[in-house]
């Protein structure tokens, strides 16, 4: 089971972009998702989450601008990123705090816990 982030790119302020990250395996069912980002030198920060039900919940510094979504059936998140600013470039990994799947070799059921993307870049310009 892996997650797999796309979407990032380079774009002038007040501009937009759209990240995307997909689960991939045999997924049984996926927990809350959610999208954080990274400057070097810098901790992770929280940017947002969405439940399975689709409860959202925001870092205040993107509220109004970004919005999280979910698509359960084919096992993606997305953030839409609106009115970018230069201090919103980083590394955006999306996460996925717990995936059931089936086991490939007996067909039991797996825990996954706390499962990064590799990353993608947003750089913002002024």
């Known amino acids: 089971v892996q997650l797999q982030a796309s979407g990032g790119g380079l774009v002038q302020a007040g501009g937009s972009l759209r990240l995307s990250c997909a689960a991939s395996?045999?997924?049984?069912?996926?927990?809350?998702m959610g999208w954080y980002r990274q400057v070097p030198g810098k901790r992770r920060e929280f940017v947002a989450r969405?439940?399975?039900?689709?409860?959202?919940n925001y870092d205040d510094s993107v509220k109004g601008r970004f919005t999280v979504s979910r698509d359960n059936a084919k096992n993606t998140i997305d953030l839409q990123l609106n009115s970018l600013e230069p201090e919103d470039t980083g590394m955006y990994f999306c996460?996925?705090?717990?995936?059931?799947?089936?086991?490939?070799?007996?067909?039991?059921?797996?825990?996954?816990?706390?499962?990064w993307g590799q990353g993608t870049q947003v750089t913002v310009s002024s």
């Open positions: 996460n996925a705090a717990r995936i059931s799947y089936r086991r490939a070799y007996d067909y039991t059921e797996g825990i996954s816990t706390d499962l």
């Open positions: 395996g045999r997924i049984l069912s996926i927990g809350d």
């Open positions: 969405i439940t399975s039900a689709g409860s959202t």
